[in-house]
């Protein structure tokens, strides 16, 4: 590898997974019985074994650290652990004590997510993001969660992008329960805010107090389509800030803002980080006289983007460093906790990896405590709604054996982790 660009001393590399994208098996889930209906999913595929990792979990995170990654992102199944309103099921507990474990004995940190996009059926049938009670439920769920697993997990991530809910569930209507409704959209928003600060505060309680506590916030570089139109950046400001500002706020100041609360303060809230996770994918143009639509290749005139062959993403790495500087105000350690390429094509896996860590790297000399990059995601997984349509492995596997195959931006990214740097020259 040529001359590259220094991390800091004791930087995380990883990748990143959840838990019913890769383990297979996971029949208590909403998202279990919503792929099932039929229509729901691209290809018509469901979630099925998935990735088996339920079961191989150990093998994988042997690959994960013969490519040499010192730092792994998982999640837990709530439909797993709490199958059943109040009833904890312990061989559950058993296997994330296992899971941990494993991470650890390959030599990696473990960095555990407690809520991902999933829900046990009781808490989908009684109405999920919708109901106020999930606040006090996920409480609960992860007070259990952190006295089981305790020491084991260096970092805890409460909620993994409580903002995709509000938006692709309640008003895009991709996501279970796949609705159009901005009105349900905000009930949903409060409720994940208050959710993370109830889940943190019972975090605090129990796990040991060196274990730092944070959110996953999916954030997107919003612009206006054309800079000079007021109303474009009208509209490009409103986006921002409920996609990304209104969450930071919440959790800063502790109160609801708008266009959510009106300004009420939460207890508890305020502060409730002790580190902040960023997934990062692409830029949004925004044009006042057309509704958001990320999957289409908006571009300005004279303007040539990159787009992700297939999830129709731009490629914009410095919307990243924008959005690591931006965050320098929290004053908080800040790991980027997803950003990765839906594609076949590797020459191109591996520039945007080259270039999302050039942006990481100057966000650090801009002064931000950047500590760690996750990139999504491991291996190819069932990828939600888009079902197996799309590649964002760092490992392929492969079609019926499921046999792991690293690619080749797995082998360039391991060679980053060994040498603690990236290389100067961009790849071909």
């Known amino acids: ?35 099932r209906e039929g229509g729901r999913v691209r290809d018509g595929g469901v979630s099925g074994i998935a990735c088996d990792h339920y079961r191989r979990f150990d093998d994988d995170f042997r690959l994960a650290a013969e490519l040499g990654h010192n730092a792994h992102r998982c999640s837990v199944e709530w439909a797993r652990i709490e199958p059943e309103e109040g009833r904890f099921d312990e061989r559950a507990l058993d296997h994330y004590r296992a899971v941990c474990d494993s991470i650890h004995r390959h030599g990696m940190r473990a960095t555990v997510t407690l809520h991902h996009f999933t829900h046990p059926m009781w808490v989908a049938r009684a109405g999920g993001w919708e109901n106020p009670k999930i606040v006090d439920w996920l409480a609960r769920y992860a007070e259990r969660v952190g006295r089981a697993l305790g020491g084991r997990v260096d970092v805890w991530w409460t909620i993994n992008e409580p903002m995709v809910a509000p938006v692709v569930a309640y008003v895009l209507g991709l996501h ?89 303060e939460v207890p508890g809230l305020a502060g409730s980080f002790d580190v902040f996770g960023i997934n990062y994918y692409f830029r949004s143009l925004v044009r006042s006289d057309a509704m958001p639509d990320f999957s289409t290749h908006v571009r300005r005139p004279g303007e040539r983007p990159e787009f992700t062959d297939e999830m129709g993403w731009e490629v914009h790495p410095p919307g990243l460093g924008h959005l690591l500087r931006r ?70 596997m492969e079609p019926g054996t499921l046999a792991r195959r690293p690619r080749p931006a797995a082998t360039w990214y391991r060679d980053v982790i060994r040498a603690n740097a990236v290389p100067i020259s961009r790849p071909a």
Do not use: C
């Not at 990883?14 to 792929?35: D, Y």
């Not at 860590?357 to 100057?362: E, I, R, S, T």
């Not at 405590?369 to 997984?381: H, T």
């Open 327 to 396: 965050l320098k105000a929290l004053a908080k350690p800040v790991y980027v906790t997803e950003n990765g390429h839906a594609t076949l094509d590797e020459a191109a896996r591996t520039r945007h990896l080259w270039a999302h860590l050039h942006q990481v790297l100057d966000a650090v000399a801009d002064g931000v405590d950047v500590r760690g990059f996750f990139y999504w995601s491991l291996i190819d997984n069932f990828e939600w709604a888009e079902g197996w349509t799309r590649h964002f492995g760092l490992v392929a």
């Open 1 to 35: 590898m040529s001359a590259g660009r220094p991390f800091p001393a004791g930087f995380l590399f990883g990748a990143a997974t959840s838990a019913h994208q890769v383990e297979g098996g996971n029949v208590n889930s909403n998202w279990w019985h919503w792929e």
């Open 176 to 264: 279970p329960p796949a609705v159009k409704d901005p009105a349900r959209a905000l009930v949903v928003a409060r409720h994940t805010l208050l959710a993370h600060g109830a889940m943190y505060g019972a975090l605090k309680a129990v796990v040991p107090s060196t274990v730092p506590v944070g959110i996953v916030h999916n954030m997107i570089r919003v612009e206006p389509f054309d800079p000079a139109s007021e109303a474009d950046r009208d509209a490009a400001r409103a986006q921002d800030r409920f996609l990304n500002q209104w969450y930071l706020d919440g959790i800063t100041t502790g109160r609801v803002g708008a266009p959510v609360g009106r300004d009420e």
